[in-house]
């Protein structure tokens, strides 16, 4: 299983914030960058980049330093947050992105995201967040009354190449991942899910472990290694029995 | 001087980067001059093996790479850029290479619970002792991105890999290494790859 670290970026600093709202946020470090690297040099085998001030403006924001970042290491790169067109997918990919990430844009187009993966087979990423199996939209602002897993067998037939699983109600808040939801999201399809949200700790990595085998190919990891909570080479080693491609 | 072959294929800056982490220099060039007169040449690439070859064809830099790696100088392949030395690719029809290397280009076959593009991290078996990888150990993990796989019809492979069938993803060859992963994404082991590369006399 991979260990991702996240790098959420808003304003060119390094931030978290709290279950999404962009007021509860806490700087980690104002050199993202040096960031990327610390994680890299710790043994991350992939990175998971959020322009958070693309996300709230519908528009890339903050892509030299994604840039500077995918430059910087050398391991793959995942990136996410205000793409809503085929020309910043490009963008991204010739930067050097291994893999775009699409939110917002995904509820609203379906025809976008079939078009994006017809493109980019492989290397096109879709988030849900879910709050108690049920996804949430506007920016986590409302819960609708539709399940996570009938999303999830949408994307899959747009040709997704994994999605990222968020619990809400987790997310920032280190509470533990939502273990059940995940698995049963993950078995309901055949693409990989990344769980996301609320690791605080090796224990909840241990927990997570075991369902690689259900099709949980990666973990997103924010504020539990940037408060220390969660020592990110000893997760790394861990789970890299699991490592697989 | 180390030249990375620029033939519009995308992102060759991560490979020139790459190089500059491993403590070599490289420069990235699409003119036949600056290639003609590198010591070391690598040949990255990604996309589709027709566009590459066609790309290399109307820049004018298939025959200065063939003819590099006839003069017996250090060449290096990575993804595409291995695939691009072999006699021809069944990638949308069958499209000729640069027919260095005997063997053909195949797509993986669509299997059950093996995606295709194979894209991820995956472990090396080494089959000879490569001198790119001497710091390298077995079963050591490097990233892959591709769909198609080579098959050489020469005594090439210096490692296999497995994705649901055990494939060759690299080769040596005299002057030639050419591997299917990606050495610069690869952590420490892919800049050893690309140190190595650049320590070669």
Redesign the interface.
């Known amino acids: 299983m ?1 260990i991702i670290p996240a790098i959420d970026l808003k304003g060119g600093q390094c931030v978290r914030l709290e279950q999404g709202d962009m007021k509860r946020d806490t700087v980690f470090s104002s050199d993202p960058v040096s960031m990327a690297k610390k994680w ?1 040099s710790l ?1 991350a ?1 992939r990175l998971h980049l959020v322009d958070l001030d693309g996300a709230f403006k519908g528009t890339p924001r903050n892509k030299d330093i994604i840039e500077d970042i ?3 290491i ?3 790169v995942q990136v996410g947050g205000g793409i809503r067109d085929i020309e910043t997918i490009d963008e991204y990919i ?3 992105a ?1 893999r775009v990430i699409l939110g917002t844009i995904a509820q609203k187009s379906p025809q976008f995201v079939i078009k994006a993966c017809d493109i980019y ?3 096109i990423v879709v988030g849900i967040d879910a709050k108690e199996g049920k996804v949430a939209i506007k920016g986590w602002a409302e819960v609708t009354s539709k399940n996570a897993m009938e999303l999830a067998a949408e994307y899959e037939d747009y040709g997704v ?1 994994a999605i990222i699983y968020t619990d809400i109600s987790r997310d920032g808040m280190m509470r533990g991942p939502n273990i059940e939801t995940t698995r049963e999201l993950a078995l309901s399809v ?2 990989p899910i990344i769980a996301s949200g609320g690791v605080s700790s090796i224990d909840d990595i241990k927990k997570l472990l075991p369902l690689v085998n259900d099709g949980v ?1 990666g973990v997103i990891t924010g504020k539990a290694i940037y408060s220390g909570a969660l020592d990110l080479k000893e997760a790394v080693d861990l789970a890299a029995n699991g ?3 | 001087m180390i030249a990375v072959v620029d033939y519009g294929m995308g992102n060759l800056r991560s490979v020139q980067k790459g190089f500059e982490k491993a403590g070599c220099d490289a420069l990235v060039s699409g003119e036949v001059k600056s290639i003609e007169k590198a010591s070391k040449i690598v040949l990255p690439g990604v996309g589709a093996f027709r566009d590459c070859m066609r790309n290399l064809e109307e820049r004018g830099l298939a025959e200065p790479v063939i003819r590099h790696i006839e003069k017996g100088k250090p060449f290096l392949g990575i993804c595409l850029g291995l695939q691009l030395l072999f006699e021809e690719s069944e990638e949308f029809g069958a499209h000729k290479g640069l027919g260095v290397i005997k063997g053909k280009v195949k797509r993986f076959p669509q299997r059950e619970h093996l995606k295709v593009p194979h894209m991820g991290w995956n472990s090396v078996n080494k089959v000879k002792e490569a001198p790119l990888l001497a710091n390298i150990k077995n079963e050591s993990y490097f990233y892959f991105v591709h769909s198609y796989y080579i098959l050489p019809e020469e005594d090439v492979a210096a490692t296999t890999t497995d994705y649901g069938l055990e494939f060759v993803s690299s080769i040596w060859k005299d002057n030639i290494f050419a591997c299917q992963f990606h050495p610069e994404k690869s952590q420490s082991d892919g800049l050893n790859i690309l140190k190595a590369f650049g320590e070669l006399n």
């Open positions: 991979e890299a043994g085998t995918i430059d910087a050398s391991i793959p010739s930067m050097g291994d087979h492989g290397r190449a055949d693409i190919e490592r697989t491609g």
